[in-house]
């Protein structure tokens, strides 16, 4: 039995001095000043880069949220991209003003792609637009069709499209000039947009939240102070984004209205988060209401149904309303 514990001491001796010390493999105090070193050295040529290149406008907001951030940015466009992605309701109420502003083109209609249907198809959009966003390629713009949403889950967007296009200059999402890094005004004063950009910073966050809510929760959460939005209880951990009004209804018996109406829809107005247990009480209901609508006989090439009518052509409706 002494032998035994005698083998059993020297083989704890062995294991003890072949353990690497936790210091030395950097799990230890000595490993966050060493990260934090590196931040400060990184931070530091990138500040030095993100000032050398600033011109001497720039706006205010910006630059103070880039020198904020735990990695600043190190050039300007950047730090506007980084701006908009961590304000995504403001880029969502900027988008949708800008679209106002620009209003609908004249001749346009809301229309999906050949094959459009209740599906996403593949397609070229905005950067980070997902591989089913529901865009079309839009190489040779001018041929039939070219460039619509393979989906109405998809906003629509008349300056992605072939006839309505308002080419290199102008952001393809609202339609309004673009200028230097992506920004919507001219605070520059040269008169001439960016014709070499072809969307807005802010739209572009503001497409990337349209197309998928739920990724910006969070933001979403705050502005509800964290209660439900239909039982007014707190939110939990599983709360998920929802459309109050879902966007085949949209689809069916709105899409005769404006364009920058329209927006709307995938914009702050119409989303909510609601905890999953009633998140799914209300798919159950909305689920029933579609297939009490394909039993009644849909018309035919409309996904749940017939869609409202049209009226921008119609010379009797109201001013905003054509």
Known sequence: MARQGAKRAKAGQGR??????????????????????????????????????????????????????????PTPRLAVESYWRHHILRADRLARALAARSGQPEGWSWRLGPGGSIGAGSGKGPPGAREDSGWESLSGQGASGK?????FRMPPAPFREGPHGL???????????????????????????????????????????????????????????????????RLLRTAEVDHRVPLYRIWREERGRPWPELLGYWGVPNLQVVNRAVHADKCAAEAGERASVRRAGGAQGEPFGPAAPDLSGDPLSGPGEG
């Open 147 to 151: 460039g619509l949403p393979l989906s």
């Open 16 to 73: 003890h001095t072949a353990t690497v010390p936790v210091d030395e493999a950097g799990g230890g105090p000595d490993a966050a000043p060493a990260a934090l070193s590196w931040r400060e050295e990184r931070n530091a040529a990138a500040r030095a880069r993100l000032e050398k290149s600033l011109p001497a406008v720039f706006p205010a907001p910006v630059l103070r949220h880039a020198l904020a951030r735990p990695l600043v940015p």
């Open 167 to 233: 080419g290199k200059g102008h952001c393809c999402v609202c339609g309004q000039p673009v200028y230097r890094f992506g920004w919507h005004r001219d605070l520059w004063g040269t008169g001439t947009p960016n014709r070499n950009a072809a969307w807005h910073a802010a739209c572009v966050a503001a497409w990337k939240f349209w197309i998928a809510p739920a990724d910006h929760v969070k933001a979403l959460k705050r502005r509800q102070g964290h209660r439900c939005a239909q039982s007014g209880k």
